[in-house]
């Protein structure tokens, strides 16, 4: 089975702005479910190999995976992991869940443009359904899969807010089987606006509002927070004033108690630059073992766009 003109089309415009070449690929059953797992994608050299392993919705799977990466390629904010704690397990893991709690921001406009194109039918809905709750079982008073759901579950309600269609009926159903988990994530969708999500800033701030909410969640449920808005950094979106403007005016620098990836001598302490108005990690440097006060006043007095050319640091400008 191949893919539609409309996805060929898709990914033609991809490649036009991917620095080399993408290539998509199906292979597999139908299984009538939707899950992230069956989307993989291989690098090999300047190729990029995008696979559907999944013959249920091969469309709806390759144009999310492709509209997620013409995004990032346009500037809007991407999540990376600069940061290590001293268990590789523990770390493995954190980057898991900060990367599918990111993922709705973007597929607030991702769903809604596959919408647009008729690509969110009957059909793709009920193997969307089918996939969640093939993650999930039912709430049975545990909190061993609390997380999880409530993960599963902002994209689900996400997702559903894109489709056309009466929800209503599965709505109904979702709250049945997971009241408390569909509850928390009924919260945080109210709290991303979703329809306001429309560009790198809004996206940003639907970002930071998922990190903060969950560890609020976690808190409530007395669950472990993962603290995202601390070991993940964002790419910072930033007005033309503010790239002017001295680092001071902009963020915070904290020193944070984790190793620095790819560094493993840990000479130096580590430090993150908080937004001042969010406190999302927005990067991360290294102070020197001497002169440290005189490296921060200089550090502090830079136009902020410098500092992000001095660290190579990824930013988007509005």
């Known amino acids: 089975m191949g893919f539609s003109k409309e996805t060929q089309q898709l990914l033609d415009q991809l490649n036009q702005i991917y620095p080399g070449s993408i290539v998509l690929r199906t292979t597999g059953t139908k299984t009538n479910m939707i899950l992230p797992e069956h989307v993989t994608t291989d690098a090999l050299g300047s190729r990029l190999m995008i696979e559907v392993n999944d013959l249920t919705a091969p469309d709806f799977e390759a144009t999310r995976e492709m509209l997620k990466m013409m995004l990032t390629l346009n500037g809007y904010p991407q999540v990376y992991f600069q940061l290590r704690t001293k268990e590789e397990k523990i770390d493995e893991q954190l980057m898991i869940m900060m990367t599918y709690l990111y993922q709705p921001a973007l597929n607030a406009i991702i769903y809604r443009e596959q919408a ?3 690509q969110l039918t009957n059909e793709v809905v009920k193997a969307y359904i089918n996939g969640v709750l093939n993650t999930l ?9 609390a997380a999880l759901r409530l993960l599963t579950l902002i994209d689900t309600k996400v997702f559903l807010s894109a489709v056309s269609e ?8 979702l709250k049945s089987k997971f009241p408390e988990s569909f509850a928390a994530a009924e919260l945080l969708f ?28 976690m808190l409530a449920w007395d669950l ?11 790419t910072p979106v930033l007005s033309a004033e503010q790239l002017e403007q001295p ?11 984790f190793n620095q990836f790819g560094d493993d001598n840990n000479k130096n302490a580590v ?6 108005t969010s406190g999302q990690n927005s990067f991360i440097l290294k102070a020197p073992g001497t002169n440290t006060a005189e490296f921060f006043k200089e550090l502090y007095a830079l136009p902020t766009k410098e500092l992000f050319e001095q660290l190579k640091q990824p930013y988007t400008a509005y």
């Open 116 to 118: 647009k194109h008729g």
């Open 137 to 145: 079982t039912p709430e049975d008073g545990k909190q061993d899969e």
């Open 166 to 173: 009466d929800v209503d009926e599965i709505n109904n159903e």
């Open 190 to 217: 109210d709290q991303m606006i979703v329809e306001k999500i429309k560009d790198p800033f809004t996206v940003g701030q639907a970002i930071q509002t998922l990190f903060k909410g969950f560890d609020a969640q």
């Open 224 to 234: 472990p927070e993962i603290h995202a808005q601390e070991f993940a950094t964002v």
């Open 247 to 257: 680092v001071s005016s902009n963020y915070g620098i904290r020193h944070v108690d």
């Open 271 to 276: 430090f993150i630059g908080e937004d001042k």
